[in-house]
């Protein structure tokens, strides 16, 4: 693809994306490898969905690591607060070790952090 076809998909994407169709403008964008672009996909799934799961993929597309460090850092941190900190000693054969994992070494956005806990609330 050249690059006058190139800016042209980007553009197109861009108003797909602008106008709410997602699905098009995700299209576009992969075939454009165009990284902003998912980087916007990544955002849309991650704060408007709330789909980290989703938002991930994109964020690996476009070379995000600091994003899907943050998606999974706020999986350990939602998974430690669900298991809860009595259940990380160790066994009695000796098998599980104490877990060195402290959910205060993590930076977790605040909306997200507050959506998990909300979520972990919820489950209780």
């Not at 994407?13 to 990544?42: C, H, M, P, Q, V």
């Not at 799934?45 to 994003?67: C, I, N, T």
Request: charged share 35%.
């Amino acid at each position: 693809m050249d690059s006058k076809e190139r800016v042209n998909m980007i553009r197109e994407g861009n108003t797909a994306f602008n106008s709410g169709d997602i699905r098009k403008a995700r299209e576009l964008f992969l075939k454009a490898d165009y990284k902003d672009g998912l980087i916007r996909l990544g955002d849309y799934f991650m704060y408007d969905r709330r789909l980290p799961m989703l938002a991930f993929s994109y964020y690996k597309k476009a070379g995000r690591q600091d994003k899907v460090d943050e998606i999974f850092q706020r999986m350990i941190y939602a998974l430690s607060e669900w298991l809860g900190r009595d259940k990380w000693k160790k066994s009695e054969a000796g098998i599980q070790a104490t877990s060195t994992l402290n959910p205060e070494d993590f930076r977790v956005h605040p909306i997200l952090k507050a959506k998990a806990l909300e979520i972990l609330s919820s489950k209780r």
